[in-house]
């Protein structure tokens, strides 16, 4: 199924209650907006989550669908709420977001892309934003959000895996032991703790250094649709891309197919647990 901001891959039958999902992997940079940023075709891809969906698209052979981006997070962040507004990018706002992230730069209609590279001259209109907004942000959550709804009607619970990259030198001074993969779950708000630690075994029987929460604890999409208490889990999957790419030309490396093979062994298995219809115990 394939929608402007995202491409859904359906299994021939949804066997679990997990969703893999991908929101910063979209890679369609219009001619327009190629024509409105400041930056070349390469730079603009610097924030983006590139091959990710590649990496985890085993998922749908295993009976859970995954939610790809189209459109890519340097146009519009799906990892953000509508309300993140950026004042210094969007012209005719007024109040600044409390989400920290934005003063930085990484609203819903980022300002910068990676190493603080400005994405515009100048600003864009409101109506601009909202119209991002409205034709992707919002189809994109609306997509989500049912597949999830659909997890809990059919298994009693839904499991989001939030699937994302991280930058190599993200962990050169945060980390002593250098992970291969951060798993977020905003330190036990939006997973129960069973969930996190069979996705912490499965990455690392799969032969990866696991890290919880630092520096990557999980941003809007799963603290939105993490809600433990009323059965519906969210866990952020954040991989090394030297792991596999060329951070600088973003190809991939030789040895790219063993990083996917390892991931669909690692989907396959979370897929698996949350296989089992759990009505029973949601009711009780």
């Known amino acids: 199924m394939t929608h402007a901001a995202y491409e859904l891959l359906l299994p021939a039958a949804r066997s679990t209650c997990v969703v893999f999902a991908s929101p910063h992997s979209g890679a369609d940079y219009t001619d327009a907006f190629l024509a409105q940023t400041r930056l070349d075709a390469l730079t603009i891809r610097s924030s983006e989550d590139a091959h990710v969906g590649a990496l985890f698209d085993a998922a749908p ?26 004042p210094a990018v969007i012209e005719g706002v007024r109040r600044l977001s409390q989400n920290p992230r934005v003063a930085s730069g990484l609203g819903v209609i980022p300002r910068v892309v990676a190493g603080g590279r400005a994405i515009y001259d100048g600003k864009i209109t409101l109506a601009q934003a909202h119209a991002r907004i409205t034709a992707y ?142 009505r029973a115990l949601a009711a009780e």
Request: proline residues 5%.
């Open 61 to 86: 052979k295993h009976g859970a669908p995954l939610l790809l981006a189209r459109v890519p997070r340097a146009f519009v962040d799906f990892n953000r709420a509508a309300e993140d507004l950026d």
């Open 137 to 278: 942000w919002r189809p994109w959550h609306d997509q989500l959000q049912t597949l999830l709804d659909e997890s809990v009607r059919a298994f009693g619970r839904a499991i989001l895996v939030d699937c994302h990259s991280m930058p190599h030198e993200a962990l050169d001074t945060t980390v002593a032991a250098r992970p291969d993969v951060v798993i977020g779950d905003r330190f036990g708000a939006s997973a129960s703790v069973d969930i996190v630690a069979e996705v912490e075994a499965a990455l690392t029987d799969a032969g990866l250094r696991v890290a919880r929460n630092m520096p990557f604890a999980g941003a809007y999409v799963t603290q939105a649709y993490g809600k433990p208490a009323r059965r519906r889990h969210a866990v952020q999957i954040e991989v090394d891309r030297a792991l596999y790419m060329n951070e600088v030309t973003l190809e991939r490396r030789p040895d790219f197919e063993d990083l996917r093979q390892a991931l669909g062994g690692v989907a396959a298995r979370i897929a698996a647990y949350g296989a089992s219809d759990d």
